[in-house]
T-cell receptor
Framework: DAGVIQSPRHEVTEMGQEVTLRCKPISGHNSLFWYRQTMMRGLELLIYFNNNVPIDDSGMPEDRFSAKMPNASFSTLKIQPSEPRDSAVYFC?????????????FGPGTRLTVL | AQSVTQPDIHITVSEGASLELRCNYSYGATPYLFWYVQSPGQGLQLLLKYFSGDTLVQGIKGFEAEFKRSQSSFNLRKPSVHWSDAAEYFCAVALTGGGNKLTFGTGTQLKVEL
């Protein structure tokens, strides 16, 4: 099993540019999560999907952020336009079900730097 | 408000010494409880989890955790720390019946002195 795959691993961009982060969940998992990690706010859940449907996007900071899951094996998190305060590590995680007891498996993260 | 507290931001222990990392939660009911570890530049790896039953849970890498309902705590322990255990440790909770939305504590950075 390849685990959760994220790309790119590092992204440096300039303020105002569009940024797209990508995630491939573990095959067979039907829940997918996007988290953001910063020194100031720690780990925050941004959005999660179940069976490709967004269930809870209450953590998405503002309209500049959007996430899609067109199929069971791919999700994107887009920031448009990006701002320096978006600099963070973004993690994708997946789990087999949407039960609270289920383990979430995390990808290696994408470190985003917005200049 | 629901919350997860890890009161120790940094902990330093000597290799071979015992370790206990604290975690307290504030929820109306007993949540599902998790401990994750994050090595520098890496994602999070699950160490162990508690759902129900035996309150002492064994995990990977020699870690264990004990759920104490009366104290709303889920402390992580290891009898003898290895230098490779140096990492950041996160306690997390998920509400029963609330999907599997995880809420994380702020983390404890562990340093191991040789």
């Amino acid at each position: 099993d390849a685990g959760v795959i994220q790309s790119p691993r590092h992204e440096v961009t300039e303020m105002g540019q569009e940024v797209t982060l990508r995630c491939k969940p573990i095959s067979g998992h039907n829940s997918l999560f996007w988290y953001r990690q910063t020194m100031m706010r720690g780990l925050e859940l941004l959005i999660y999907f179940n069976n490709n449907v967004p269930i809870d996007d209450s953590g998405m900071p503002e309209d500049r952020f959007s996430a899609k899951m067109p199929n069971a094996s791919f999700s994107t998190l887009k920031i448009q336009p990006s701002e320096p305060r978006d600099s963070a590590v973004y993690f994708c995680a997946s789990s087999q079900t949407n039960r609270g007891s289920d383990t979430q498996y995390f990808g290696p993260g994408t470190r985003l730097t917005v200049l | 408000a629901q919350s997860v507290t890890q009161p120790d931001i940094h902990i330093t222990v000597s290799e071979g010494a015992s370790l206990e990392l604290r975690c307290n939660y504030s929820y109306g009911a007993t949540p599902y409880l998790f401990w994750y570890v994050q090595s520098p530049g890496q994602g999070l790896q699950l160490l162990l989890k508690y759902f129900s039953g035996d309150t002492l849970v064994q995990g990977i890498k020699g870690f264990e955790a004990e759920f104490k309902r009366s104290q709303s705590s889920f402390n992580l322990r290891k009898p003898s720390v290895h230098w490779s255990d140096a990492a950041e440790y996160f306690c997390a909770v998920a509400l029963t019946g609330g999907g599997n939305k995880l809420t994380f504590g702020t983390g404890t950075q562990l340093k191991v002195e040789l």
